[in-house]
């Protein structure tokens, strides 16, 4: 017999923080240092002591079985390794088939779409925007303001996520701030 799943009512505080979570993670620089492409800074970075945090999840989970969402709000921190910006680490989801929303809450950024193609597309993810991720596609969220980036998302909560076809292959392409702009450019990897 399959478990009864109730509805569920996410309340988000000031901050855009949901007020109960059942998992958060931490991301810092030592986790993404095969990501970014200047391994040299990030290295660099890590030897001095400092390992800073990139961002934050805070997850709302539910049981993996089809039909039922999970959420998560995401908090990515501004800066940059070189004149790459802080991103997440991206992922496909396991089931493929499974597409997500996110919803821009605070700040300023980009969302890098990949087919299995390496083909990019990208989106604009700001406070106030909603974004579709549709299915088979990567995804990664990247700061590009001067402040937290804050994003809610939604998805399937059977749909799993593959981080290391990221890791070992990253994104085709890259996002960059030189002489004041915003730049989406190939991954020199």
């Not at 549709?134 to 303001?145: E, L």
Request: charge should be positive.
């Amino acid at each position: 017999m399959r478990r009864k799943i109730k509805p569920f009512c996410i309340e988000l505080n000031e901050n855009w923080m949901p007020r109960r979570y059942n998992k958060k993670l931490q991301i810092k620089l030592s986790d993404l240092r095969k990501l970014f492409c200047r391994r040299d800074l990030v290295e660099e970075i890590l030897s001095s002591g400092e390992d800073p945090v990139i961002y934050e999840v805070y997850q709302i989970s539910q049981s993996p079985s089809e039909g039922v969402f999970s959420a998560a709000t995401t908090v990515l921190y501004p800066g940059k390794i070189g004149d790459e910006y802080y991103f997440t680490k991206g992922h496909f989801h396991l089931k493929e088939p499974r597409g997500e929303v996110y919803i821009g809450l605070a700040g300023r950024g980009l969302l890098l779409l990949q087919d299995r193609n390496r083909k990019i597309d990208k989106l604009s993810l700001n406070k106030g925007e909603v974004a579709f991720i549709p299915p088979n596609y990567a995804h990664r969220a990247v700061n590009i303001g001067d402040e937290k980036m804050v994003f809610l998302s939604i998805y399937p909560s059977d749909a799993g996520h593959d981080y290391e076809i990221i890791e070992r292959e990253g994104f085709s392409k890259i996002v960059v701030g030189r002489k004041g702009k915003v730049a989406l450019v190939d991954n020199p990897k």
